[in-house]
């Protein structure tokens, strides 16, 4: 049975970092291409990042040279750096492989305010 466990997430100011983690498990997934997608309140959820089994990374316009995604096969985790946060970027972020499963994890809470 696949899992995803988000950790990471917290309240931050505009500016400032966050390093999010997804451990997987139940799956062989050194082998599956993964994404970081995030859910803003009263809005859809939208994906944010991927990164390929050879670590090819492609990121979304509204985040691409503040955000980094990366993965260490033998943690079987998935990591997304966020630097120089906006208050936009307030969401609920998950991880996912992608295209995504039809299961998500419970997510990891990032607020950005002052």
């Known amino acids: 049975q696949v899992q995803l466990v988000e950790s990471g997430g917290g309240l931050v100011q505009p500016g400032g970092s966050l390093r999010l983690s997804c451990v997987v498990s139940?799956?062989?997934?050194?082998?599956?291409?993964m994404g970081w997608y995030r859910q803003a309140p009263g809005k859809q959820r939208e994906l944010v990042a991927t990164?390929?089994?050879?670590?090819?990374?492609n990121y979304a316009d509204s985040v691409k040279g503040r955000f980094t995604i990366s993965r260490d096969k033998d943690k079987f985790t998935v990591y997304l750096q966020m630097n120089s946060l906006k208050p936009e970027d307030t969401a609920v972020y998950y991880c996912?492989?992608?295209?995504?499963?039809?299961?998500w994890g419970q997510g990891t809470q990032v607020t950005v305010s002052s």
């Open positions: 996912n492989f992608f295209p995504q499963i039809n299961y």
């Open positions: 139940g799956i062989i997934y050194s082998l599956h291409d």
């Open positions: 990164i390929t089994s050879g670590s090819n990374t």
